[in-house]
């Protein structure tokens, strides 16, 4: 990410291990375009279109398959709508009403079970809705749900800063509500946290708005509800102040960092915090590298240089995807992250600006999640690379990792990245955090074959149990290798979720594959009693 950058030496080192040019030069290589690998997602029963003579869509594509990030989820759609406003959607709804069809929201397409489209569906495009209103006064940003944080930054920058957003600006934050995501500031909390209000279709094509006093109950479901109960057309966001920190780290043992992280929350000084994990075969889970940024009082008045893009994506992208190899590849990354990088990260605030913080590498509040991670995406055939995330008790966090440590060696897991956040309490309705929590995140290369689905299932599996008999919860957004009855102990309260969306929802309009595959196997516990709702005009 933007805020180290390796020294071209070690990549110099990968080359002389990894041998000739022509070897290596595909690692390194941009993508062509989005990977189309194959489907692992369960066979759903078809959609049964009937006729009706209603308005077409804005069609982008009629027809055809859909993806996402895993590359393995490859699905027949109805179609894809090309959405540029409210009437846009409008016009979908009635038409997927009318021929029998579900419809489902989609940013970039970053979940990776198919929570973004099901099978015969119609799916909307909301990237066009991405319209950016700055309230100075207020200190809020109004913004479309289909505009990135990468957009949504630049808007706001230099004064201001996003509160609350995902630790790569490459999301929508249409996508980020419907997951609840949560980022590097321990103190912030997720999305939910920052979020003024939301405003949505629901499935008769009222427009209402939702937030903690309007519509409250809609608010707690359609946050971290994977679009399931309305459309997010935009939201109302709190920005801060686009504070200077100075940029630090400590390799730590893993076994101190509850202590390390105790002392970081409660030093108000500190904005921003996370931690990787070694992926080294000799110091697996075992050494932790802790990032910190820290604000002081007078480093306020330097000035914010512009956000400017990633540089030396080439060679990082060169650095992962030979990490992936072999062990070798994985030690002289984690050397390289241990002892190089910090010399060479990006400054945004000149040292010379800062004559009064010394050596300090000083950064904007914005710098450090102003990262598109165009290095991780690449050309490479018969693999990919799958995202998990367990959210841990933080009284647990060490056992945790070493049942992890236990289980990767095992299962000769090839580990890529793993990363720690905190979050606090989350209240919506599905929340992954009902208790202060540490968020594992895992980054993990599978091959696309048969025989490597059915080892990322089993070792899901292992982690979803793992994570259980800690008291923590697994993150829903991913593949879908997890049964009904792992859903329902991570999340007793899924089937009163569901209940409340059929409520919402009674015709089934608003649907995914996630919804469909586990909908029907979890035991149908009461809604909770829905409020009357505060509906403006519905669209013509």
């Known amino acids: 990410m933007k805020r180290q950058r390796l020294l071209l030496g070690a990549s110099v080192l990968a080359l002389t291990a990894g041998g000739a040019t022509a070897y290596v030069l595909p690692f390194a290589a941009d993508p062509v375009g989005p990977k189309d690998c194959a489907s692992v997602l369960p066979p759903l029963a078809g959609e049964k279109p009937r006729p009706a003579a209603v308005r077409e869509p804005n069609w982008a594509q009629r027809g055809g398959h859909i993806n996402d990030a895993s590359c393995l989820s490859r699905t027949p759609v109805a179609g894809v709508v090309r959405v540029r406003g409210e009437a846009d959607v409008a016009t979908a709804l009635r038409y997927a009403s009318a021929h029998g ?8 397409k970053h979940s990776m079970g198919g929570q973004a489209f099901r099978a015969g569906g119609v799916v909307l495009d909301m990237r066009g809705m991405d319209a950016i209103r700055l309230d100075p006064e207020a200190r809020t940003v109004t913004v479309g749900s289909g505009a990135t944080w990468h957009v949504i930054q630049l808007a706001v920058h230099p004064r201001f800063a996003v509160k609350a957003m995902q630790s790569t600006d490459i999301f929508s934050v249409g996508g980020s509500i419907s ?3 949560h980022g590097m500031d321990h103190q912030a909390g997720a999305v939910m946290n920052s979020l003024q209000s939301v405003r949505m279709m629901l499935a008769d094509g009222q427009v209402v708005t939702a937030s903690r006093t309007e519509n409250p109950e809609l608010f707690r479901h359609v946050v971290g509800g994977y679009g399931l109960f309305g459309t997010i057309l935009s939201a109302t966001l709190d920005v801060v102040p686009n504070d200077v920190y100075r940029s630090g780290r400590e390799i730590i043992d893993y076994r101190d960092f509850p202590a390390n992280f105790e002392r970081i929350a409660t030093d108000p000084t500190v904005g921003l915090s996370y931690v990787h994990l070694s992926t080294s075969p000799d110091s697996l889970l075992r050494e932790a590298l802790v990032y910190t940024y820290t604000k002081h009082s007078e480093d306020q008045v330097l000035n914010r240089a512009e956000l400017s893009e990633v540089t030396s994506t080439k060679i990082r992208r060169l650095t992962v995807n030979l990490a992936k190899r072999n062990d070798t590849f994985k030690r002289i990354k984690w050397w390289s992250e241990k002892n190089l990088e910090h010399r060479f990260e990006t400054c ?4 010379a600006q800062a004559q009064g913080s010394g050596e300090a590498c000083l950064v904007a509040r914005n710098d450090p999640m102003h990262d598109s991670v165009a290095y991780l995406f690449n050309n490479l055939p018969g693999e990919t690379d799958i995202l998990h995330e367990y959210f841990i008790p933080r009284a647990q966090i060490v056992p945790f990792i070493d049942g992890m440590r236990t289980i990767f060696e095992r299962e000769r897991t090839n580990l890529v990245n793993a990363s720690i956040r905190a979050v606090g309490t989350e209240d919506n309705a599905l929340s992954y955090a ?6 594992v995140v895992l980054y993990i290369n599978q091959p696309t074959t048969p025989e490597g689905t059915a080892a990322m299932r089993r070792l899901t599996g292992e982690l979803i149990d793992l994570t259980a008999s800690h008291g923590g919860r697994f993150f829903l957004p991913y593949q ?3 049964t009904p009855a792992q859903l329902e102990r991570a999340y007793p309260g899924i089937g009163a979720f569901f209940a409340a969306k059929r409520d919402w929802d009674p015709q089934g309009l608003f649907s995914n ?7 029907p196997f979890v035991a149908k516990q009461p809604a909770p009693m829905r409020p009357s709702t505060t509906a403006r005009a519905p669209l013509a």
């Open 101 to 108: 069809l579900t419809v489902s929201a989609a940013g970039v």
């Open 179 to 181: 997951v609840n995501a």
């Open 348 to 351: 945004t605030i000149t040292r």
């Open 434 to 439: 009902p208790a202060p929590a540490f968020s």
């Open 480 to 482: 879908l290798h997890y």
């Open 513 to 519: 594959t996630w919804y469909a595959r586990y909908a």
